[in-house]
């Protein structure tokens, strides 16, 4: 049974940093490329960022430069560095697992709030 779960989240101020993680199990992970997508109150879900079994990354243009995704493939394990926070950046951000490209599995997600 693949298992994606989110950790991480909370409320943080403007300018801030978080720092998400999404744990994987039941999945070949070193082979998946993953990602994390994000959906904000009466908006549709979005990508976020993406990153290959090698390493490769894909931001959205809203996020690039602020934020870095990365993996652990020993850990199972996929972060999203968050930083230079801002309130548009608040919504729950889901880990998955893709397929051709196209989210195959996904996470609970974890809520982000950015307020002062």
């Known amino acids: 049974q693949v298992q994606l779960v989110e950790s991480g989240g909370g409320l943080v101020q403007p300018g801030g940093s978080l720092r998400l993680s999404c744990a994987a199990s039941?999945?070949?992970?070193?082979?998946?490329?993953m990602g994390w997508y994000r959906q904000a109150p009466g908006k549709e879900r979005e990508l976020v960022a993406t990153?290959?079994?090698?390493?490769?990354?894909n931001y959205a243009g809203s996020v690039k430069g602020r934020f870095t995704i990365s993996r652990d493939n020993a850990k199972n394990t996929v972060y999203l560095q968050m930083n230079i926070l801002k309130p548009e950046d608040t919504a729950v951000y889901y880990c998955t697992a893709l397929k051709n490209w196209r989210p195959d599995y996904w996470g609970k997600g974890t809520l982000v709030t950015v307020s002062s």
């Open positions: 990153v290959t079994s090698g390493g490769t990354t």
């Open positions: 039941g999945i070949i992970f070193s082979i998946n490329v």
